[in-house]
């Protein structure tokens, strides 16, 4: 998960970046991804290998696990055995078919291809291929905490499948391919999605729940969710020892190289260990539903369900009960601004009016209207903002008292004839025009 600044009218709080995780995590998964090259297809994905016995036979063979839970599994069937653990066989022969979908792969290339084309559509609409502006993303579905808290929840999902940058995207659809092609086959296409759906979601509600305000999109939080699915499984005896070992030692360097990472500025950890955390109880969950198959049809498919139950339910807690200051602070300059212009249409009135017409709709338009954005902006001095939010409040508010005193005199000149206010108004004028250009410069 990328997160960057936005600098609008009213949220101008920098948010972290991530660029140096996502190159990292390609090296780290070509590491891993070494482990299993040459090696043989279990028979389940290849006609032509020899089938196991039962004693080296896999937990699940078939290609879904939704339907390998109605079959009798065995305990006595772990662990998978190190020739067992591979690609499918069509992917490790032809390059190209790693992103055409196939029997026991078929989630990872349609996910792939979803944020291939996503972003395709975004740039055809003219947004930047390396550098996307913030107003680009928003308007896509970025994970933009004012707008996702205000009633717009679907930005959960919608930012997982959004990319900031060709350089984003490539290397998360490459980590997505190096996962996928080693655990889709373990899960079958049914669980593999629910697992990538769940972990993106619970990496956008923690990030949302663990940062002041947050603009974020990726795959990250997904794929390391996927990777914590992946870690969890090497947990147990799924795997023989061997190779529980060779793959525990690589996956350990990866989740906690990454994690360090993340402690640096510029990296959103809080997405990565929402969706690494919601991976692994999803891992363990399906490996002890595929332990018990007299349940297997009962309370082992409860069992796989609880962990997308337990993430859904915990967004919706997180949703209701998380503030919403900047959404709150973005509506209040909204009213404000409505109010401003209203007060300032009194400049726009026939060259016919009369001087005591003026002078009437300043007093009843605009003044009126000054007081009003006044006490917008008491309202907005009650939220918790930082102080780069408070600040521009501030400006504001010595904004709208000089226009008020500067209205005011208006006023009194039209109404008493007078001209003994010009030298204050022409005063009052450039003290406006100056804190304009430090409000345009935030």
Known sequence: MIQLPFYGWSLITPIRSQHRLLFDWGICFVRLSSLF????????????????????????????????????????NLPVKENEVSPPVAQRANPLALFIPGEGYLITPILIWINVVLFMLMALTGVNL????????????????PLTLDDQPWRFLSSCFLHIGVIHLVFNMY?????????????????????????GLAGSVVSLWWHEIVLGAGASGAIFGLYGVFLALLTTNWFDVQTRRDLMRNSLIFVGYNLVIGLQAGIDNAAHMGGLLAGLLFGYTYYFSALHPSRASTQAGWLLLMPPILTVVTTIVVYVNTGNPFGEYDRLLKRFSLLEAQALSVFRLPPTTSAAGVAKAIDEQGIVSWRKALNVLTEADQLALPEELRQRTKLLRQYGRLRLTSFTLLQRSLRDTTHIYDQQIEDLDRQIYGIQKQLEKQ
Do not use: C
């Open 130 to 145: 390396l550098h996307p502006a913030s107003d680009d993303l928003i308007r896509w579905g970025a994970n933009y905490s």
């Open 175 to 199: 980590a997505l391919l190096q996962i996928g092609l080693l655990l889709e086959p373990i899960l079958g296409s049914r669980q593999f999605v629910i697992a990538y759906l769940m972990a």
């Open 37 to 76: 090259a040459g090696r043989k297809l279990p028979s389940s994905m290849n006609n032509e290998s020899e089938k196991p016995s039962n004693s080296d036979q896999p937990l699940t063979t078939n290609s879904d696990h939704s339907a390998g839970l109605n079959q009798a599994i065995e305990p006595n």
